[in-house]
């Protein structure tokens, strides 16, 4: 077991939770009354000073309880990253009802399939920001407004819902309920506390250098706990200025980091090999740019991005490791901590690990175990779902990834995968990362994924390889490619070129949906 508890900006762990704010949006305020004029959200329509920000999430705050949102209610917010976002996340914040953020491209089942369980008492569409958003809107006939600060939105009635017991303390009264993928089984809402999304903020903040001169480009969605916490909540807690954008386009990408002087940059592992792209093809060099610091999450970390990305840059693009469950970050890699290999740094600080074999013991350094957390970070529970909790979130406050990992000798950790996608084959255990870090390593492939599939009493390995666009190579190529670089069972029985891999709208890949593609294949062959 590693703790990571050290040091940090002359403040413990310990200190940082006992000077964690009651409320997520009472730091934010302080910055409010402090820096009044610096700027604290910008996006392309406008740019709020601190002082606007107060202004807007006043107004807002006042929508909210117009339409008899309370304490311990549910508010939906239907959404892509804008500044309207913002203010109703600080506003529902402030009146301790529980903000439900909910990405504006999911579909018309999977979204009702979230207002069934969640029963919210109100529903805010940012259709100014996204026209998904709006489409969703006009499909439940919501009612538009313009408003002069915070912009177009639209808006659902007030309905019928029994509200939740308001806790006074913050580790106990809930922030945020983030609905997980729902690729497989019903979606389940992820109960995040005022006290879990303040500390991860804080620490992510801290790892991170995060002052008031920061500029920070937050693409990740904010229906996400990455884009959420470690972008928008870390910057604003920090007196930062924070632009926010909807989706992420390389051209529109590069020129608000020339325009803005952007000096933080989070994203998933594709979003960098793009805007390298659109740099050299403006014939544009980094130096153009403000970029002081990169990090990458969401998604593994393959060595050929982190590679050309650094080489790039001349920076270190520092990888973490986390899930919604968990606020979302369990690891970081440290600012400017050079790391050679893509592994996702050490345990932060006041944040626990074990690594656990299946015989229940503890693995030792460079053996893989499964990964159980416990700390400030970890979440209250799934709602209204306490059996489904019971399973994940034992009663000394572990709680079990369901990911597999290994731990080196500086406590860094690197993932080899879900426990689920374990694959046993001909009784060695097969990791899909491991073979997925060697395709990814080939000059032609963008990204890849390994699935296993159960067959005649053995699991096969199956690879699906997503190739550069206009490249030239076949499956063949990838198999003689394979038997080069990996021992016989790991290798995988079929590879599966394809143009696009299915991926969530944060850039996860959707693994769950090449297994059903496989099991449909089998059973029509």
């Keep these: 077991m590693i703790n990571g508890h050290e040091i940090m900006m002359g403040r413990t762990a310990n200190e940082v939770v006992a000077n964690l704010p009651t409320r997520v949006s009472h730091r934010v305020w302080q910055w409010i009354k402090d820096t009044p004029d610096a700027i604290a959200l910008q996006e392309a329509a406008r740019s709020w000073t601190y002082a606007d920000l107060g202004l807007a999430v006043n107004d807002a705050r006042q929508h909210l309880i117009d339409h008899q949102v309370r304490g311990g209610d549910r508010l939906i917010l239907v959404c892509e990253n804008a500044c309207v976002l913002a203010a109703f996340v600080l506003a529902a914040s402030d009146l301790d009802a529980w903000v439900v953020p909910v990405n504006a491209r999911m579909s018309d089942t999977e979204l009702d399939a979230i207002l069934d369980d969640c029963q919210p008492r109100h529903v805010i569409y940012t259709v100014e920001a996204s026209s998904d958003a709006r489409k969703h809107a006009e499909q439940r006939s919501a009612t538009f407004t313009q408003h002069p600060l915070l912009g177009e939105f639209a808006y659902g009635g007030t309905l019928d819902s029994t509200p939740e017991p308001v806790c006074q303390r913050g580790q106990d009264q809930i922030f945020a309920m983030i609905y997980t993928s729902g690729t497989t089984g019903k979606p389940k809402g992820v109960m995040l506390t005022h006290n879990n999304v303040a500390f991860v903020a804080s620490i992510s903040a801290a790892n991170r250098c995060l002052s008031p001169a920061s500029r920070v480009y937050s693409v990740l969605p904010m229906s996400h706990a990455f884009g959420l916490t470690s972008a928008c909540m870390a910057g604003m807690m920090s007196g930062a200025t924070t632009y926010l954008e909807p989706r992420f386009n390389p051209e529109v990408c590069l020129n608000t980091l020339l325009e803005q002087k952007i000096t933080m ?79 996702c740094g050490r345990p932060n600080p006041g944040v626990e690990v074990r690594l656990v074999k299946a015989d229940g013991s503890d693995a030792a350094i460079g053996e893989i175990g499964e990964l159980w957390t416990r700390g400030p970070h970890v979440m209250k529970g799934y709602f209204r779902k306490p059996e489904l909790t019971q399973k994940v979130l034992n009663a000394e406050g572990w709680f079990n990834t369901e990911d597999l990992a290994l731990q080196d000798a ?40 390994v699935i296993g599939i ?55 890949l959707l693994k769950a949906r090449l297994k059903e593609m496989a099991r449909l294949s089998i059973q029509q062959s």
């Design 410 to 449: 500086a406590g860094n950790l690197t993932i080899a995968g879900r426990t689920k996608e374990l694959i046993v084959r001909s009784g060695f255990n097969v990791y899909p990362a491991e073979i997925e870090a060697v395709l990814n390593a080939h000059p032609l492939i963008t990204q890849s994924a």
């Design 454 to 508: 159960s067959r005649q009493g053995d699991e096969e390995v199956l690879a699906y390889v997503q190739a550069m666009p206009g490249a030239a190579i076949s499956e063949e190529d990838l198999h003689a490619y394979c038997k080069e670089k990996l021992t016989g069972y790991k290798r995988p029985s079929k590879i599966t070129l394809m143009d696009a891999l299915p991926a969530s709208n944060t850039g996860k």
């Design 265 to 343: 940059l989070m994203g998933v592992p594709p979003m960098y090999s793009a805007l390298i792209e659109a740099i050299k093809t403006r014939g544009l060099r980094p130096s153009n740019l403000s970029l002081s610091y990169l990090s990458v999450g969401g998604a593994p970390l393959d060595p050929e991005t982190k590679s050309s990305t650094e080489s790039f840059f001349g920076l270190p693009l520092h990888n973490g490791f986390g899930l919604t469950e968990t606020s979302p970050t369990i690891s970081q890699v440290r600012f400017n901590e050079g790391l050679k290999d893509c592994s």
